[in-house]
């Protein structure tokens, strides 16, 4: 893997294959037992091929109990050095066409399949810079920390990315030809020359563009909050987790990549508060289509580019409400409400009743208030929805003493429904409504302490209480 040759006078080791610059030191320190730390995909290609060797092929070898003998075992070793240096080949082909060398690459690069979007783009657009070494080194070292992530994972940016900038899907096929002619404006096999000064920085400044881009994406999908000297509240950050963790509404994020670098913290805080409460009612429970509003995203997500001073939240506000009165009137929206949070005992069902419990109690005190005007969470308490646990008021697993047959057939319903903030609800467990009273009284939770008004828990004070959650949640999951 290494040969010497004279430096300044002195031997010094050489590595026999150079590897690009973002693996080159890695596969040195591989080579040389340094155990370097894979820090992208690609190092752990290079880990993976570098351990497989030793394991499959050398390992095997010494560990084989049949071989017992050293003699044998090295005899082995040397067929397996020998099948190595004197029976496979390299192939060293020389191009001084750089267009049919770069295609050479596309075709040959990684085992014979074919190359990632992302590394199709990288040829193409240092292919462009060839002749502008400065724009074509930072281009490189931006390639090399966009490139660093699984290549599922950067396809994934790159579509967001393009719907961001360009209002519109990216095509599910040819990606990079896709995004290499709308975002980067070039053919393929185009070398700018020497005079195209600006349109080299054009290029590279959008290829750094795109990396920041992308570290604000990588953010947002593994709910940080994006800004680093963040005004928002720990309650407003926690919203962008409900909003893509819980509720799973990815579809947003190219809207929210626009956001972030066109508006202010306070829009993109408003903007997560609407959409977190049109995606509960619109998707999480009436089941809308994704493409009735994927177009007022995209849309929007444009807009805020092209006119970032003049964009005003109460459009997309007017524009989902739209969707909202269509597809998921009130009247839908309660009755689906009954249905989609019964409860059942898969953890994907019961994060969401938490996520509607939770969100109720924290809009409590302003709909007691009257529910007037824009709504006012308490912003104090922040429920961990890993940790809160959801309470039957009449019990899920009644004793025989306490059974009541009307209250059986609803006690997964929503209205004997509420939530204990804790790991677990122990202490409550399966007893009857009378022994939880003071459990209730003794809460932080209002929606348990409004409990203790009801003198015992029967269908009628259970249906009152399903009218009131129902109504609130009208009231609060409304753009």
Known sequence: MEYKEVINNQLQPRLRLTLSKADYVFFEDLINGRSPKSLRDSHKKLQTAWDSIRTKL?????????????SDKLNSLLQLRKSVIEDCYVIYIVSEDRSEA????????????ELSDGNKLRSDTLELLEKHEREQILAEDNWDTILSYPATDVEQFFRNYYASHQGKGAAKRNLADTFRDDIFKFPSGVVLELADTKEAKKVSHTISDIKNEQQVFIEISELRWPYRDATASDWQQERLQRLIKVL??????????????????????????????FAFRYITIVGGHAEKISTIYYDHAKLIRQAPQEYKIPTLRNELKVVQDKYAP??????????????????????????????????????????????KPNEISIFDLSKVTIEHIYPHNASSASRI?????????????????????????????????SLYEQSNVTLNRELIKFLDWDK????????????????IFTV
């Open 405 to 437: 047959e009307e209250l059986e057939l609803l006690k997964n319903d929503i209205g004997n429904l509420s939530f204990w903030p804790g790991r677990n609800n122990n202490s409550a467990g399966n007893k009857s409504f009378s022994e939880k009273k």
């Open 460 to 475: 009628q004070n259970f249906q009152q209480r399903r009218n009131k959650l129902l109504k609130m949640a009208k009231k």
């Open 58 to 70: 050398i390992n095997k070898i010494l560990n084989d109990i049949s071989k017992s003998s050293v």
């Open 330 to 375: 009130d009247e839908t929206f309660e009755s689906l409400l009954i249905q989609k949070l019964s409860y059942q005992d898969n953890s994907s069902k019961k994060i969401i009743i938490r996520h509607f419990l939770t969100t109720l109690e924290d809009h409590v005190e302003w709909y007691s208030n009257g529910a007037n005007g824009k709504l």
């Open 102 to 113: 770069y295609r050479l690459f596309a075709v040959l690069n990684d085992r014979g399949r």
């Open 248 to 277: 799973r509404h990815t579809l947003c994020i190219p809207l929210l990549l626009s956001v972030y670098h066109c508006l202010s913290e306070k829009e993109f805080i408003e903007i997560i508060d609407i959409l977190e409460r």
